[in-house]
């Protein structure tokens, strides 16, 4: 099994979350320290769509990374929210401290 994260724990219902989008594919929930007025992060919830990074995807993850932008555009959709920033942080050095795959949302539209 792979290193838990506590983004693991937070899909798991381990840790508490402001979860404001889900389907069975993935999850939505509100930064803890938001760099916007709407800072959402977006990761997949199933075990076989787990990559730690961009950096380590494959050929059998290469299409977690556009699930997760597919999410982010459907929830700016159902929010009405016209404007916004897409980010991966790729590896330490890009700035990533979490090590499960996940979308920063931005928009300095409120929810
Ligand atoms: P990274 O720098 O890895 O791309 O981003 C990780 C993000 O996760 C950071 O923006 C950080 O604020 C957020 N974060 C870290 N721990 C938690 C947590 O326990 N709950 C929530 N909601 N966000 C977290």
Redesign the pocket.
């Known amino acids: 099994m792979s290193e838990q994260t ?2 693991h724990k ?1 899909i798991a219902g381990e ?1 508490p ?2 979860m404001v989008y889900e389907t069975d594919e993935v999850l939505g ?7 916007a007025p709407t ?1 959402v ?1 977006f990761v997949a919830k199933r075990e076989e769509d787990f990559v730690p990074s961009i950096m380590d995807l494959t050929d059998e993850t290469a299409h977690v990374p556009c699930k997760l932008i597919h999410a982010a555009q459907e929830f700016a959709k159902e929010k009405g929210i016209d404007g916004y920033k897409l ?3 790729c590896g330490a050095k890009g ?5 499960y795959l ?1 979308l ?1 949302f931005m928009s300095q539209q409120e929810l």
């Open positions: 506590i983004f937070i840790i979350c402001e929930f509100n930064d803890i320290h938001p760099k800072h992060l980010t991966f942080h700035g990533q401290e979490v090590f996940h920063h």
